[in-house]
């Protein structure tokens, strides 16, 4: 039976936690955390879960502490958000590069400066190469979802790496929105028991995590990593399935929304998704062939998938919610970009900047994209110039 | 009746607006409808202006934007009429409520204009009488469901007074004070 609940997003990834009981949670208290801690925290304080909750004194500790209770075999979870994850740069390495599958919840806000608090991508985005999966999420619900199948992905033995569940700061995190909850039943058995084919704690099997490789081995490793982001695809598509026989949701690398008769596509990320569909909704009623690709997994990252969703479309906007300050755009617009042209695309594209630092997107913002397709499939040259959508002007 | 109801909320930090607003919100999906509450954050401190938003459907909600022309407003410190412009966008069909200790011909001229509805509620009196201290989000809750016309005083009471017993089960002479301010609440809206 599916319970109808309201609840914040972060009150939603508590909910799953509760449900999934993991082994250990550190976790650094205060700002720039999260919510989230202080919700499983206070779970655990009223004897709900047993998992085990380790307050450290940074986030470069809280990721440290992951990767040791993740080596010794413990079901491990963490929660970041902004510049709590920019300090665990140097051991998400670690945490992928040894194989270790542990979850953490990421509440997307912008890294200083200026210093400000509000929805970004730049933290996770920044995080992109460094070996973790990578989930977005447009609203509660979803994060609900994809935390609870994020370790039937991350822990599968053709993946073994760690897994980010990503949801946009405030505009998810703290609202209270419509959600349906799945029983607790249902969702123990889904996420199942782990059991770590090598871990620290075995006494019957002698190992070493995280030692020096030299040059005539390193590289293999490394390969070897990334085959399991590569084998990492076909696990999330097995597990989507699964979970929608438990929920009657419905999951893949991207949600599809008006896009099979699109001549014009707009291409985005997490909370805006929401309100583009209802702007498409208006724009399709006057008639406008606009439809959107919302991408739910960007690590792995799918551009064969996606070049080919989009493969009828005669203009597309990327849009980014992150500067990638290469002088060019941001990071989905450079991947899909090289995506597209792999695939021998001939759609014009253009990528626009838009949301930083929490800069509201309106659905009239979502027809000046629209707008800017137009004149782009009109023959307007853009080469080289990404617009930022709602800039405040000059004047 | 509007399928779609949207409140924009203006208060001080400190002040409950931000609660206020969640609680509507709880008290409408507890009625069925979808809801979605949210509040807007600037630098964090107490006393600084800030926003927080309702939109209340019969409909799943999607868009996840401010509200800009919101159906009602509810500015719960009326020092905030002389430095926010609290009626920008709000529709001339809908009404604002406000939390002040003058009369509705005082206040009428600090609204830049707006031609529709004013409802005026003491919130201080209210609080002090029912609760002994000023808590202006309860008074300021029961005023906007009267003047938002969301749904009925009863069934209001009876969804407030379900979910105060579960919060405040430890302190029961809090529920009390709190059910008295919504009544009162609704007497004193005008």
């Not at chain 1, 979850?103 to 933290?123: C, F, K, Y």
């Not at chain 2, 909320?9 to 949210?38: I, P, S, Y």
């Not at chain 2, 022309?69 to 409520?97: Q, S």
């Amino acid at each position: 039976m599916a319970i109808k609940e309201r609840m914040s997003g972060n009150e939603a990834v508590a909910h799953a936690i509760k449900q999934i009981n993991p082994d250990v949670m550190p976790a650094f208290p205060i700002t720039p955390s999260t919510e989230i801690p202080q919700f499983v925290s206070t779970m655990i304080a009223n004897g709900e879960i047993d998992t085990e909750f380790i307050p450290v004194e940074s986030e470069h500790s809280s990721m440290s502490a992951a990767i040791g209770a993740e080596a010794a075999g413990a079901r491990t979870l963490t929660a970041t958000s902004s510049c709590g994850l920019a300090l665990m740069w140097e051991v998400l390495y670690v945490a992928a590069s040894n194989r270790l599958p542990l979850m953490m919840e990421v509440v997307n806000r912008a890294l200083s400066g200026p210093i400000n608090i509000n929805a970004e991508h730049s933290d996770s985005m920044g995080a992109r190469d460094s070996g973790w999966i990578q989930i977005y999420a447009e609203n509660n619900q979803e994060v609900y979802d994809n935390t609870i199948q994020a370790y039937r992905i991350s822990e599968h033995k053709d993946v073994m790496l760690p897994i980010m569940i990503c949801q946009d700061g405030f505009i998810t995190s703290h609202a209270v929105e419509n959600i349906t909850l799945i029983e607790d039943e249902p969702v123990k058995k889904f996420v199942g028991t782990y059991e770590p084919e090598h871990y620290l704690l075995n006494a019957q099997e002698k190992m070493s995590v995280g030692p020096y490789a030299i040059s005539s081995y390193c590289m293999e490793a490394k390969r070897a990593q990334a085959e399991g982001m590569r084998n990492a695809k076909k696990v999330i598509l097995d597990v989507a399935k699964e979970f929608e026989a438990i929920s009657g949701r419905s999951y893949g690398f991207f949600e599809e929304y008006q896009l099979e008769d699109a001549e014009y596509a707009i291409v985005a990320i997490g909370s805006v998704c929401g309100t583009i569909k209802d702007a498409i909704d208006k724009m399709r009623s006057e008639g406008k062939k606009v439809g959107l690709l919302k991408v739910r997994v960007f690590r792995p990252f799918p551009g064969e998938e996606m070049a080919e969703a989009l493969k009828s479309c005669k203009a597309i906007a990327i849009m980014d919610r992150c500067e990638g300050y290469n002088s060019v755009g941001g990071p989905l617009g450079a991947e899909l970009t090289a995506a597209l042209y792999r695939a021998k695309s001939t759609a014009e594209t253009v990528n626009i900047i838009y949301g930083l630092s929490g800069r509201d997107v309106k659905t009239s913002d979502v027809e000046d994209v629209y707008d800017k397709l137009q004149t782009l499939a009109a023959g307007e040259d853009l080469f080289g110039e990404y617009p930022y959508l709602g800039l405040r002007s000059a004047e | 009746m509007r399928t779609l109801t949207e409140i924009r909320w203006h208060g001080r930090g400190g002040q409950g607006a931000k609660t206020a607003a969640l609680l509507l919100a709880d008290v409408a999906f507890n009625m069925g409808k979808h809801v979605q509450g949210f509040p807007e954050y600037g630098p964090e401190r107490m006393g600084a202006p800030i926003t927080a938003y309702d939109r209340i459907s019969d409909n799943p909600i999607r868009v996840h934007s401010n509200i800009y022309e919101p159906d009602f407003v509810v500015v719960v410190d009326e020092t905030l009429l002389h430095t926010v412009d609290v009626t920008n966008g709000l529709k001339e069909d809908g009404a604002i409520l406000i939390n002040t200790l003058k009369d509705k011909e005082e206040i009428i001229p600090l609204l830049n204009g707006y031609k529709g509805k004013v409802f005026i509620i003491n919130a201080r009196k209210v609080c002090m009488e029912t609760l002994g201290a000023y808590f202006p989000n309860t008074p300021m809750l029961a005023a906007i469901v009267k003047v938002s016309d969301l749904m009925e005083e009863e069934v209001f009471l009876q969804e407030m007074e379900n979910s105060l017993k579960h919060k405040f089960a430890k302190k029961p002479e809090v529920l009390e004070g709190n059910m008295k301010a919504l009544k009162m609440a609704f007497q004193e809206v005008h």
